[in-house]
């Protein structure tokens, strides 16, 4: 990760922002988190592929959040065609690997390392985590809203997104890899309520 992070560093500072809630922090987790299914599960898969794209998956998200995706994987492609390191099949599967990532995609994944980095970008659920990285998204966009507000914003997002009854659904890796965290991040859910994100989000400001 290191070796790969310092030889593209220009262009990756370009793009991601130390604090945003896709910045460094995120991705230097779904790096990790590439590997660390690819081993466990003894995978098989290319590593330096894997981080490449996790390192590269997210970087228009502070541009254009709705598009990021599809910008980055074009952006991508481009890129690596010019630095003449990688063959154009690989970096297809890279690139499609990033256009595919998103939580919302609702298609057959192109290869597994496309499914991997779709499991890996969203990583353990870790419930205290995704309510901070979801509070940074709101106050990003309405930066004077007050931390009640955005309390009870986070609050509906959990209901919506990641309870049992939310839209989030896991492809065939994720459900396997974390199995035991989905199922504690739903009993979680179950006796979440606004106070209790307020709190957390209180415990956790700056």
């Known amino acids: 990760i290191k070796r790969l992070k310092e030889e593209y560093g220009k262009e990756l500072n370009t793009f991601y922002k130390k604090d945003s809630s896709h910045g460094w922090s995120h991705i230097e987790d779904v790096a990790r988190n590439v590997l660390e299914i690819n081993?466990?599960?003894t995978l098989g898969l290319n590593?330096?592929?894997?981080?490449?794209?996790?390192?590269?998956?997210?970087?228009?998200?502070?541009?254009?959040?709705?598009?990021?995706?599809?910008?980055?994987?074009?952006w991508f492609a481009k890129f690596m065609i010019k630095q003449g390191k990688y063959n154009a099949t690989d970096i297809m599967e890279m690139s499609l690997a990033?256009?595919?990532?998103?939580?919302?995609?609702?298609?057959?994944?192109?290869?597994?390392?496309?499914?991997v980095l779709a499991a890996a970008d969203r990583g353990a659920p870790n419930l205290n985590k995704i309510i901070i990285r979801s509070s940074k998204?709101?106050?990003?966009?309405?930066?004077?809203?007050?931390?009640?507000?955005?309390?009870?914003?986070?609050?509906?997002h959990m209901l919506e997104k990641y309870s049992r009854n939310g839209y989030m659904k896991?492809?065939?890796?994720?459900?396997?890899?974390?199995?035991?965290?989905?199922?504690?991040?739903?009993?979680?859910?179950?006796?979440?309520n606004t106070d209790k994100v307020f709190n957390i989000l209180i415990e956790n400001k700056g």
């Open 98 to 115: 990033i256009k595919e990532h998103r939580a919302s995609y609702k298609g057959e994944y192109s290869s597994l390392l496309s499914e």
């Open 137 to 156: 998204y709101y106050l990003e966009k309405e930066p004077n809203r007050d931390f009640k507000t955005v309390a009870e914003n986070v609050y509906k």
């Open 47 to 74: 590593e330096e592929h894997l981080v490449l794209a996790a390192l590269f998956h997210d970087i228009y998200s502070d541009i254009d959040r709705e598009n990021h995706h599809t910008l980055a994987a074009d």
């Open 170 to 192: 896991y492809n065939a890796i994720y459900s396997a890899f974390y199995r035991k965290e989905i199922h504690n991040m739903y009993l979680a859910i179950d006796n979440l």
């Open 39 to 41: 081993r466990k599960m």
